[in-house]
């Protein structure tokens, strides 16, 4: 099982990135797939979250509004578009699969995102 995130960088407050997570080895369509952030002392935060639906979203109060998240299970990847980013978003964001029936959980190793001017 492999889930490999792209996409970080380094973006002035109200700039966008667009996160990749490309999936292997497991059954993406059967998994919730989520985006996570953790910033230096903070607890893990789950940010955006999709079901294996494609129609079932989920956004903390944080990001909702300004984070869209999507899939496309034909390619095994699920995206994290951002817009209006704020010094706060600041964070290693972080790929996460989810069995919705056989619980398995897998995480990828993550991407940082720094917003600064």
């Known amino acids: 099982v492999q889930l490999v995130e792209s996409g970080g960088g380094l973006v002035q407050p109200g700039g966008s990135l667009r996160l990749s997570c490309a999936a292997s080895?497991?059954?993406?369509?059967?998994?919730?797939m989520s985006w996570y952030r953790q910033a230096p002392g903070k607890e893990r935060e789950l940010v955006a979250r999709?079901?294996?639906?494609?129609?079932?979203?989920y956004y903390s109060d944080s990001v909702k509004g300004r984070f869209t998240i999507s899939r496309d299970n034909a390619k095994y990847t699920i995206y994290l578009q951002m817009n209006s980013l704020k010094p706060e978003d600041t964070a290693v964001y972080l790929c996460?699969?989810?069995?919705?029936?056989?619980?398995?959980?897998?995480w990828g190793q993550g991407t940082q995102v720094t917003v600064s001017s």
């Open positions: 996460q699969a989810a069995g919705e029936m056989s619980l398995s959980v897998y």
């Open positions: 080895g497991f059954t993406f369509s059967d998994y919730a």
């Open positions: 999709i079901f294996s639906g494609e129609d079932g979203t």
